[in-house]
């Protein structure tokens, strides 16, 4: 809670001390106006004095009810700069495995909607409430020392149950709140997978039923969180009870029996009872601030669990290496996505620097996932894998996805422009390098053909370009970074024979001297590799060069012979 | 939209929930009296006690008690009701706002913003849900209160008196809270937007981590973060600039308005008594009154808010049920007439002047280079877009005469870039046919090949595939998506590229399976790999938006254009590849 809050404790002490002068002008504004009643009483005007009093308390009460917000809300606005900063980087740690355990849809609710409650909670409430919490300890003195020692030693009883109910209060909204993040982090994963795969709901006539699922489940939440709602708004007619009885009635009936007694004079009787707005102030702050200060606390758990999950690839603070050679190696590496069902099991083959070796084998053979092993997205269950010679579990893994180029299986493109799109790769790029880079993908033409060419939006992960399209964007942003080993996964799945050729040849001609894993379906594609490694069911079969291969009968060799019965 | 009209529309739109909301106003109207009633009686007590009139303490102690129970009882009552119009709401606005981001679906969402939309609804919605539980009842007890009280003082007390404090009550009411709200309405709606971009470029940065982390675009993407944060930061700044200002003017109008009451009382002749009990109701008036500025800050935003709910609702869908749709066509015909088609803001179309027909039961298959229209012919088939010329058919009427369902369901489509829902495999399945039995889920994965890879997986078909399928394969992904367009049957069956990411061997064991289930069916194949189109009943062959070529597989070899171009070049790769 303290690591969260901490880059604004300064303006939230601030704000303490200034909604406690801020009381302390209040009441000594109603105290003036308890002398000035008390003058009137006896008979005499009220005493310029006691009027200058008065307009320097209300000046001063002004000034300071300013304050409070122009500190607190400016720290606020920073706090949540910097929550959110402290998030991503964190899901950054957490990195590829996010991908496939976490809903989109929660994290940036996470990033957004917790974060500002947090910021709100810290920044605007958590400092008045501290304060008002304490007010009435500072009101009571002042009814001691001006008014009467008595009243405010009795109503000094009540003070310890204000900090108490405030507990009991938060104890009792704490499950409604967290409840309620919960729902609506739910909610919004949905919503983020239902916008996103509209087309796909009316691709099937299921939008409306869709929606209407989506409403079921939201009304059920809504249902839980009243019943959860009309029991604990009891604590709050108790706490709203208690206090009226406790403060306004009791000073009422104090201020009338000690004047009777004769110990105070009516001025002080009359200030005594105008002071008990002070004295309940803290329970309207309570209530006002139900959905900010609950709210702000179930976010701030919220973020706390989140910043508090470990990576599953945990990184090491090393020195990247000096030197790095291009050659990769798998030494006996195993890998299992869930416990007991083993994807990867001890695969080893090596790739000199400058090689290119093709990857192949059926579906769902783990072929993606070797990749994903070599950059570090995921640690292996056993094994050792080298780069550079370096066993990539012992270098920085930033260092280890520089020195590879990827084109994914499922292009990424991010909401942009083509130019910001390519400039991920290589965000000093001249347009000159851009285009290169463009030409070795075999998209030039496309581009230079728009109205807009670079600056020509690619939509929400690349959907405004056909599919072809997209993943030639991808392969011209991994041109442009430029690195040594290339990992290619299915690169032109979705590309045209024509354009195919013309990459393959492109990147061969941009490859000389690259180290190259090339993960394919189509053979023509493999054709040129150096080597061929075979990944059946998570094992390598077999492996050597096209001829090799050729000479036996397996996978490769029957996929090459099929391929050729059908098309003759 | 000006704010009356906004605050109308969201009215309008609350009508269902006058009930509880009226209900809410009374209780918190008759909360707040008795809160100031409270001082007064206080007030009257001790005056009375001070007047030498000890036997009121106790009715007065007693009627406190009573008051103060009863303000409790009321302030429930005004909590819950409030809560339930405010979580009713929000309900109803999120899905209003699905139905009508639906009926606008593929063509105003695919490929937009997703992000900024999940900012509308989850969180602009969240702001408006203020306009009704904290703004309503708020603004009228601050006009319901003072009117009673300035009566309560005017007749009872000293006319003057309430003439003098009602200027105060209306500055800290209307006047303050009106000088800004120009500079808060801009500052609202650049929050409101900033927090929209935010959203978005969390999502991004969250769906494409991976690509984050393999080109090293982590620190850019924080410092474009930070910076979108800080233009969130300037408009938060600006508000709190406002607030403060407000809160100073408004405190000091309540403490001189306070001391104003106190004079004239005293220059009226007032007794010492009345000038307490009159200070003591003024003071308590302020409370309502003030509350008018709480809600301001953030009315503002429920406004702004609003606007951007609507921005995107109120856009009419591109393609609408025809007013009298005509019956489903009994064959599965498929027609292009003269198709000219262009996407919004692209100059050059995307497909021009097209024309075919298929046939019911033949099966056609589409080649041509990458961005040459295919999967657009499709889209059109859908009717996802209107043709700016031509007409599409389907069984030889036209889509757009067709009921949106009707059409749908007689398509079933394998889309280039399949989607699967974060849900269960089976979940996934039963998209196509939500009343699909387990037997009849095995069999369109057993066609798909798919089948026993699923049974493999510790939790078989409840095995959650995490979002757009990302804990299965690539090909694996594709095979549910065959799998999935199978189970629903349709006449008209669409692949569009549906197994290039699948090996050999796995796309001529779901080639056979299609061949035989296609039977009677229409089939349309798109594919690059031309070995899995040779044997349709004729290909056609697009370039740049045009059909240039149609014909058999022997027919368009004949001809020595574009296709015999294509096909030669394959047959060349895999001469290479055969050694
Ligand atoms: N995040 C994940 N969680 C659980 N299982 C996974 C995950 N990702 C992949 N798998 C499983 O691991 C196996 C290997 O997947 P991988 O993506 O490496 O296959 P592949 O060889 O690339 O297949 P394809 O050619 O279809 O792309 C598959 O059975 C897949 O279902
Ligand atoms: N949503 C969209 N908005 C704007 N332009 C689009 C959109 N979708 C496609 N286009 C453009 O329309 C043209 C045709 O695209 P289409 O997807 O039909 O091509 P395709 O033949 O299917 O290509 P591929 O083989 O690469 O999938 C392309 O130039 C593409 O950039
Ligand atoms: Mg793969
Ligand atoms: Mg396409």
Redesign the interface.
């Known amino acids: 809670m303290e690591s969260l809050m901490r880059p604004i404790r300064g303006p939230v002490l601030l704000s303490v001390l200034g909604t406690w002068l801020q009381a302390l002008a209040t009441t000594a504004?109603l105290l003036l106006?308890g002398t000035?009643?008390g003058q009137?009483?006896r008979g005499g005007?009220?005493e310029t004095a006691v009027?200058a009093g008065?307009?320097a308390?209300?000046?001063a009460?002004?000034?300071l009810?300013?304050?409070?917000?122009?500190i607190?809300?400016?720290a606020?606005?920073?706090l949540?700069?910097g929550l959110?900063?402290r998030i991503?980087?964190h899901?950054?740690r957490l990195?590829?495995p996010?991908?496939?355990?976490?809903?989109?849809?929660r994290?940036?609710?996470t990033?957004?909607?917790a974060v500002?409650l947090v910021s709100t909670y810290y920044a605007t409430f958590l400092g008045p409430i501290l304060a008002s919490m304490t007010v009435p300890i500072l009101v009571l003195v002042a009814i001691g020392v001006f008014v009467d020692p008595w009243t405010a030693l009795i109503l000094a009883i009540v003070v310890p149950a204000i900090p108490l109910t405030v507990g009991v209060f938060q104890r009792g909204f704490a499950k409604v709140s967290d409840g309620y993040r919960d729902t609506?982090n739910h909610?919004?994963?949905r919503?983020?997978?239902?916008?996103?795969?509209?087309?796909?709901?009316?691709?099937?006539?299921?939008?409306?039923?869709h929606?209407r699922a989506?409403?079921r489940s939201?009304?059920e939440l809504?249902r839980a969180?009243?019943r959860l709602?009309?029991g604990n708004?009891?604590i709050?007619?108790?706490v709203?009870?208690v206090f009226?009885?406790g403060m306004?009635?009791t000073?009422?009936?104090l201020?009338?029996?000690r004047?009777?007694e004769g110990a105070i004079d009516?001025g002080e009787?009359?200030a005594?009872?105008?002071l008990?707005?002070q004295l309940v102030e803290p329970l309207d702050k309570v209530?006002?601030f139900f959905y900010v200060g609950m709210g702000g606390a179930a976010a701030a758990k919220e973020i706390r669990a989140q910043l508090a999950e470990k990576p599953a690839v945990a990184d090491t603070e090393t020195q990247a290496p000096e030197r790095a050679g291009s050659d990769v190696s798998f030494e006996g590496v195993s890998f299992a996505?869930?416990p007991?069902?083993p994807v990867l099991r001890e695969v080893g083959f090596t790739i000199a620097p400058g090689e290119k070796v093709a990857l192949?084998?059926?579906?769902?053979s783990g072929?993606?996932t070797v990749a994903a092993l070599l950059?570090r997205?995921l640690d292996p269950g056993g094994g050792v894998i080298r780069v550079g010679g370096h066993d990539i579990t012992s270098v920085p893994?930033?260092w280890v996805?520089?020195q590879?180029s990827?084109v994914?299986?499922?292009t990424?493109l991010?909401?942009g422009t083509l130019r910001d799109n390519l400039l991920?790769?290589a965000?000093d790029a001249d347009d000159e390098r851009l285009w290169d880079a463009l030409r070795t993908a075999n998209l030039d033409e496309?581009v230079r053909?728009?109205?807009d060419g670079l600056d020509t939006p690619t939509?929400?992960?690349g959907?405004?370009l056909?599919?072809?399209?997209a993943q030639?964007t991808a392969i011209a942003?991994a041109v442009l970074?430029d690195s040594p080993i290339l990992v290619l996964d299915?690169p032109t799945?979705?590309?045209?024979?024509?354009?195919?050729?013309a990459i393959l040849a492109a990147l061969d001609r941009l490859t000389v001297g690259r180290t190259v894993l090339m993960i394919a379906?189509?053979?023509?594609t493999?054709?040129d590799a150096d080597r061929i490694v075979v990944l059946e069911d998570g094992l390598v079969t077999e492996q050597g060069s096209?001829?090799e291969l050729?000479t036996g009968g397996g996978?490769y060799a029957?996929?090459?012979r099929?391929?050729?019965v059908?098309?003759r | 939209m000006t704010r009356t009209q906004i605050s109308l529309r969201l009215l309008h739109f609350g009508r269902p929930l006058m009930t509880p909301l009226a209900v809410s106003v009374t209780f918190r109207v008759l909360q707040m009296c008795l809160g100031i009633a409270l001082y007064g009686v206080g007030a009257w007590g001790v005056v009375h006690v001070a007047s030498g009139d000890p036997s009121v303490i106790v009715p007065v102690a007693v009627a406190m008690v009573v008051m103060a129970f009863a303000k409790g009882l009321f302030r429930y009552v005004e909590q819950y009701a409030g809560h339930y119009v405010a979580f009713k709401l929000l309900a109803m606005l999120r899905d209003d706002f699905y139905q009508r981001i639906e009926p606008q679906a593929p063509a105003g969402v695919e490929g937009t913003r997703t992000g900024d939309l999940l900012a509308r609804v989850m969180k602009d919605i969240d702001r408006i849900e203020v306009f009704y539980a904290h703004t309503i009842a708020p603004s009228l007890a601050a006009v319901i209160v003072p009117v009673i009280s300035l009566s309560v003082l005017g007749a009872g007390y000293s006319p003057v008196v309430a003439l003098v404090l009602a200027p105060f009550l209306l500055g800290v009411g209307v006047v303050v809270p009106w000088l800004s709200h120009r500079a808060a309405a801009t500052a609202a709606t650049d929050l409101r937007r900033a927090r929209g971009e935010i959203s978005q470029h969390l999502t991004d940065g969250v769906q494409g981590v991976r690509e984050v982390l393999a080109f090293g675009y982590g620190t850019r993407r924080l410092a474009e973060l930070e910076a979108l944060g800080s233009s969130g930061t300037s408009a938060i700044s600006r508000l709190g600039t406002l607030i403060s200002m407000r809160r100073g003017l408004n405190e000091f109008l309540v403490g001189a308005g306070v001391i104003t009451i106190l004079l004239t009382g005293w220059a009226q002749g007032l007794s010492w008594q009345d000038i307490a009990v009159t200070v003591a109701i003024g003071l308590a008036t302020f409370g309502p009154v003030l509350g008018v500025e709480e809600f301001m800050a953030d009315l503002e935003q429920a406004f702004a808010g609003a606007r951007r709910i609507w921005e995107i609702t109120d856009r009419p869908p591109l393609v609408t049920d025809p007013p009298a749709p005509e019956p489903r066509p009994a064959t599965a015909s498929i027609g292009f007439d003269s198709v000219t088609f262009a996407y919004p803001g692209q100059s050059p179309p995307a497909l021009s002047g097209v024309s075919f027909t298929v046939p019911a039961g033949s099966r056609y298959a589409v080649v041509g280079a990458s961005g040459s229209g295919k999967s657009t012919l499709v889209s059109l088939l859908l009717r996802f877009w209107e043709p700016q010329s031509g007409t599409v058919c389907v069984g030889g009427t036209p889509v757009d005469r067709l009921g949106l369902n009707d059409l749908r369901d007689l398509v079933a489509v394998v889309g280039q870039r399949t989607f699967l829902f974060n849900d269960t495999v089976a979940a996934n399945l039963r998209l196509a046919r939500p009343d699909a039995t387990q037997e009849q889920l095995e069999a369109v994965c057993r066609q798909a090949a798919l089948h026993d890879t699923i049974m493999e997986m510790p939790e078989g078909y409840d095995t959650v595939v995490g979002e757009m399928g990302e804990r299965l394969s690539g090909g694996q992904r594709q095979r549910l998506a065959i799998a999935r367009a199978l189970l629903k049957d349709a006449p008209i069956l669409v692949l569009d590229e549906a197994t290039s990411e699948l090996d050999v061997h796995t796309e001529a064991e779901i080639q056979r399976q299609i061949d035989d289930l296609a039977r009677g069916r229409t089939l349309l194949v798109i594919a690059h790999r031309l070995a899995t189109v040779t044997d349709a009943d004729r290909i056609l062959v697009m370039d740049r938006g045009r059909l240039v070529e149609q014909g058999t597989h022997r027919e368009l070899l004949a001809r020595q254009g574009a296709y015999a171009r294509l096909y030669a070049r394959q047959a060349d790769d895999l001469d290479r590849a055969a050694g």
Do not use: C, W
């Open positions: 504004l106006v000035a009643i009137i009483h005007a009220p009027i008065l307009f308390a209300a000046a009460r002004a000034l009810a300013a304050a409070v917000p122009a607190t809300v400016r606020g606005g920073r949540e700069v959110r900063d991503y980087r899901l950054l990195g590829a996010l991908r496939s355990r976490e809903q989109t849809g994290l940036v609710s990033g957004t909607e500002e609506a909610l919004a994963a919503f983020l997978d239902a916008l996103q795969g509209l087309s796909t709901l009316k691709l099937f006539n299921q939008g409306t039923a929606g989506l409403a939201s009304e809504r969180i009243m709602l009309a708004q009891v709050l007619f108790v709203d009870t009226s009885l306004i009635t000073a009422t009936v201020a009338m029996v004047m009777r009516a009787a009359v005594l009872v105008l008990t707005t209530g006002q996505y869930l007991d069902t192949v084998g059926p579906s769902g072929k993606t950059q997205n893994a930033a996805r520089e590879i990827v994914a299986q499922s990424y991010f909401t991920v790769a965000p496309f053909g728009l109205p939509g929400e992960r959907l405004m056909s599919g072809g399209q030639r942003r970074k299915e799945s979705n590309v045209d024979l024509e354009s195919e050729a379906h189509r053979l023509s493999v054709r096209h001829d050729m996978h029957r996929a090459v099929r391929t050729e059908e098309t």
